[in-house]
C-alpha cells in the first residue's frame, strides 16, 4: 500500500508541475527579449478557463474528434506514471517498460495525427503529416539514447537505471553520456514541437505543426491537448534530468526523503528547462525540409554515444 501511495504522489507530482514549465520557459523568453509576460502560474488559469468551455466540434468530425482528446491525455498520464521522480517505486514498473514508454508516446502521437486529419481542414492535415515525419524521425534517435543508458545499466526497467545511475554518481558518470545528453536535447525539442523545429507561440499557416493539429480544439478538449503537451515536456525533462543529475533519489520511503526528493527534482526539472528557453530566444525556425538534418545529427550523436562506451 505504501509503494502504490508513493507511485501515485511521483505521477501527481510530474502533472502539477508541468504548468509550471510550461510557464517558466515563456518566462524566461520574455525577460531575455525585453517583455512584461503573464506569471508563471498562467498555465493553470488557461487549464481552468478551458475546463469550463463547452466543445465545438466540426460537421465534418467522426467520433474519432471525441475521443482522441482523451486517448492523448491518457497516453501522456501512463507514461508518467512509468517514471520514477524521487523513489524507485512507481505505478508501473516491470520489465522493459522504457520500451513502453517509447511506444507509449508514439500511440499519442498517432492519435493526435488522427484527430488533425479528421476535422477536414487543410491545416489539420499539412500538422498531421509534419507531425508523423518528426515523429518518425526522432524515434529511432529517442530509442537509441535510451537503449544506451539501458546496456550501461544493465537492465531496460526505467526504475531500476535511475537507480543505479544514482548509486554510481557523478564520479562515475561515462564521458559518452555527454553526447547523448545532447542529442536528448535535440529529440526534446523536436517532440514537443519547440524552436526551431517548430514554434508554439504563432498560428503562422506555414509554419505550424503541432498547433495546425489542435486548431479545430475547444474547451475542454484543448484543456487536454494542452496540458497533454505540457506533460509530454515534462516526461523528456524528467528522463533527462533524473540521468544526467544523479541527486535526489532514495530508497528509504520516509517523509524527509519524499520532501527532499520532490525538492529535488523540482530544481532538476526547472535546470533543464533554462536551455530550451535560451535556444527558442537565440534560433530562428528552420525550414521543415532542414528538420532531417537536425534530425539525423541527433541520431549521430546516440550512436556515437553508444560506440564510445563500448571503447
Known amino acids: 500500500m505504501k509503494e502504490l501511495i508513493i507511485g501515485i504522489i511521483q505521477l501527481l507530482v510530474i502533472l502539477v508541475i508541468s504548468p509550471l514549465v ?38 465534418n468530425a467522426s467520433w474519432i474528434s471525441i475521443v482522441v482528446p482523451y486517448i492523448v491525455f491518457g497516453s501522456t498520464v501512463v507514461v508518467a506514471s512509468f517514471l520514477p521522480v524521487f523513489s524507485s517505486h512507481t505505478l508501473l514498473s516491470f520489465t522493459g517498460d522504457i520500451i513502453a514508454l517509447v511506444y507509449t508516446l508514439a500511440l499519442g502521437t498517432f492519435f493526435l495525427a488522427l484527430y488533425g486529419m479528421d476535422q477536414g481542414s487543410a491545416f489539420g492535415g499539412l500538422g498531421s503529416s509534419r507531425e508523423m515525419t518528426i515523429a518518425a524521425l526522432a524515434e ?15 537492465t531496460t526497467n526505467i526504475s531500476e537505471i535511475f537507480s ?28 514537443n514541437g ?49 540521468i544526467f543529475i544523479p541527486i535526489g533519489f532514495y530508497r528509504e520511503t520516509s517523509l524527509v526523503t519524499i520532501l527532499a526528493g520532490m525538492l529535488f527534482f523540482i530544481v532538476k526539472i526547472l ?41
Open 22 to 59: 510550461k510557464g517558466l520557459i515563456h518566462k524566461i523568453k520574455c525577460y531575455l527579449r525585453g517583455q512584461r509576460c503573464a506569471p508563471v502560474w498562467q498555465g493553470y488559469r488557461d487549464i481552468y478557463k478551458l475546463l469550463k468551455k463547452e466543445v465545438v466540434l466540426s460537421n
Open 140 to 154: 529511432p534517435a529517442f530509442m537509441m539514447i535510451i537503449f544506451t543508458f539501458a546496456l550501461q545499466t544493465g
Open 164 to 191: 543505479k545511475i544514482h548509486q554510481a554518481g557523478i564520479s562515475h558518470f561515462p564521458v559518452s553520456s555527454v553526447f547523448a545528453l545532447i542529442a536528448l536535447l535535440i529529440i526534446t525539442i523536436a517532440e
Open 194 to 242: 519547440r524552436m526551431p523545429i517548430d514554434n508554439p507561440e504563432t498560428h503562422l499557416e506555414l509554419t505550424m505543426v503541432h498547433e495546425a493539429m489542435i486548431l479545430e480544439a475547444s474547451g475542454r478538449h484543448l484543456a487536454l491537448f494542452e496540458i497533454s503537451s505540457w506533460v509530454k515536456l515534462t516526461i523528456f525533462l524528467t528522463v533527462a534530468s533524473n
Open 271 to 311: 535546470i533543464f528547462a533554462v536551455p530550451i528557453a535560451f535556444i527558442e530566444i537565440s534560433m530562428a525556425k528552420l525550414r521543415f525540409f532542414r528538420v532531417p538534418d537536425i534530425m539525423t545529427l541527433g541520431f549521430v550523436l546516440s550512436l556515437i554515444s553508444l560506440v564510445i562506451y563500448y571503447l
